[in-house]
């Protein structure tokens, strides 16, 4: 069974409460005024990488945020000592008072409530797309290739110089060789180096 939203705010009020039990007569924690407050849950569909985050402050709420996207292809076993990491987070940071991250006081609150302290998930992550380029002609052999922010402000009329040959490269020197991302630049390109091609006969 996959998880969902209201058992992912279960599992982190469960988790809580067993560390409640743990540590409730455990004199050697420096701080107890946190106990009692369960953290805020939060969801994110921008995480595909990260299954988890813990966010922790000494004069604010604390927070746990999970990802929608493992949490709609990882089954409820599995993901559940997720939970549980990040739990451990802010329990390891407000309870013993130290920025725990994934040291020693993390591993022990992992090791207390029974699970494996372990830093990284073994999921499947979803593969980050990549950015379309654009080849545009500078001083290199064969022209250099430009992200696209870079080549709409090209278009607008902002300079860059290459890195490789410290050519200039401007909207003066687009040439057809450029390849286009998608139509609507190519719509823009096309009337780019007509308007130049108008304008270099006029100056000849």
Excluded at 90 to 99: E, F, N, Q, R, V
């Amino acid at each position: 069974m996959l998880c969902t939203r209201q058992w992912v705010r279960e599992r982190v009020q469960y988790w809580w409460t067993k560390l409640q039990e743990q540590y409730l007569y455990d004199d050697s924690i420096p701080s107890k005024m946190w106990m009692g407050i369960v953290p805020r849950v939060q969801f994110s569909n921008r995480m595909t990488s990260t299954a988890g985050l813990a966010y922790t402050s000494y004069t604010k709420e604390c927070r746990v945020k999970f990802s929608l996207f493992f949490m709609e292809t990882v089954p409820q076993h599995e993901y559940d000592p997720t939970i549980a990491h990040e739990v451990a987070h802010i329990w390891a940071d407000k309870m013993l008072g130290s920025d725990a991250k994934h040291g020693w006081s993390w591993k022990q609150v992992m090791r207390a409530i029974g699970q494996k302290p372990d830093v990284c998930h073994t999921y499947d992550s979803k593969p980050r797309k990549k950015r379309a380029k654009v080849r545009i002609y500078c001083g290199c052999e064969g022209g250099t290739l430009m992200g696209r922010t870079q080549y709409n402000r090209l278009l607008r009329g902002k300079n860059y110089t290459c890195r490789k040959c410290n050519c200039r490269c401007s909207s003066d020197i687009l040439t057809k060789a450029l390849v286009p991302f998608n139509k609507a630049v190519l719509d823009y390109q096309k009337k780019t180096l007509a308007e130049l091609d108008l304008t270099s006969a006029q100056k000849n």
